[in-house]
């Protein structure tokens, strides 16, 4: 779809660096852009003589629509509709995110998540959409069709429907992330702004990653996330098991973008769960951008981060095969108060890897050294057997009568590995 970039900025000069890939990531052409410095225009966000000239690139470009990298009021999309071409879609910012999240859902999660986020958008919006309704005026609202005051109660329904979909899937997931702690497992969770390289560092810190493994698999799952410089190519979540003697699992997650409400953060807490609920968080960023760019995407990941995040966070500088030395250590030392010690890697080369797996083995809550003195009986080789499955096993040695293990666990595990120890019991005769 041809499109003209629209932005206001209260002051100063609007950057349209971000929007321009946002709608390239949603398939869109962008074929100009109109920029204006002011304060917002209650009618139409720009001033009216800005919107005419609006108007007059729309009909000189043929552009079939118009993205505003702001939020713009029913009322404003309205007015702004009047002044262009019949049939010229008129989308704001998070109508745009709105749309690219529709086309990447794969998963039954994501769909219900992507479909919670519009009825949100749209809840406020119901009492301006039947007025213009009523008045059969509805430039700009496509599909508008029957729309009466029935809506808003139907949007309450089916977010309460929605709501309760979404906490079913948590109370799965969550129960999935207990049995995998419970299984000896840390849980290791990359995040970041969208287009970091956080897929492409999964393939380089995954062990045995095949690109379509999750395919038709189970309807929960995602296919594993592609390696593409596009924006939110992981929607979903893709977990895989770390290439580390430490039994880790890595989490993919959706990548964060600056000025979210926070209605479209918590439509995705299900999906931000699996970095909330981590162990560790690995904040990757993009090293090759601006150091002023790094920093606004940095303090975006905090804020998203602080929010609900329990676990520590590393911060990853990736993509360093894009910059020299002198370049990267200046971007250290400027970024230093926001990541202080990060770790530099390439996630496309490979660089520097094995010092980020070193760094995780590091910053996780220290194994236990536990040694176990089993009694000979029949549930013993079981017991053995589900060590060498949850624990890191140094060493077993048998005698007649007994079985020493000697092996390594996350503190819980060695609680777990003592009970069923006790549990072994001796025959009466022994």
Known sequence: MRTIIAKRVDDGVADTEEIRDLVRAAGYTVVDEVTQTRTEDAAYHFGEGKVEELADRVARTDAEAVVFDNRLGPYQIYNIGTKLPEDVEVIDRFTLILDIFGQRAQTKKAQLQVELAELRYELPRVDAKVSLAKREEHPGFMGLGEYDESRERDIKAQISRIKDELESIAKTE??????????????????????????????????????????????????????????????????????????????????????????????????????????????????????????????????????????????????????????????????????PNPVAVSGKEGLNVEALLERIARELPPLERERLMLPMVDETMSLVSWLHDNTRVDEVTYDEDHVLVEFAARPDVVEQSRAKASDLSVPESA
Not at 183 to 197: E, H, K, Q
Not at 272 to 292: G, H, Q
Not at 303 to 328: F, G, S
């Open 174 to 339: 969550e129960h999935r992330r207990e049995e995998r702690r419970q299984s000896g497992f840390d849980l290791v969770a990359l995040a970041g702004y969208t287009n970091a390289g956080k897929s492409t560092l999964l393939r380089q810190l995954a062990a045995d990653l095949a690109v379509d493994e999750n395919e038709e698999l189970h309807p929960d799952l995602d296919t594993t996330a592609e390696s593409r410089d596009r924006l939110f190519t992981t929607l979903g979540t893709t977990t895989r098991r770390a290439d580390m003697e430490r039994d880790v699992l890595l989490t993919d997650t959706v990548g964060f973008i600056s000025d979210l409400p926070h209605w479209l953060v918590e439509s995705f807490r299900s999906t931000l769960d699996e970095v909330y609920r981590a162990d560790l968080v690995l904040l990757v960023v993009d090293a090759s951008e601006p150091i002023e760019q790094i920093r606004e995407k940095l303090v975006t990941c905090h804020d998203t981060l602080y929010e609900r995040n329990e676990a520590p966070i590393v911060t990853v500088l990736n993509k360093i095969d894009a910059i020299d030395d002198e370049e990267l250590e200046e971007k250290r030392e400027a970024l230093s108060a926001l990541a």
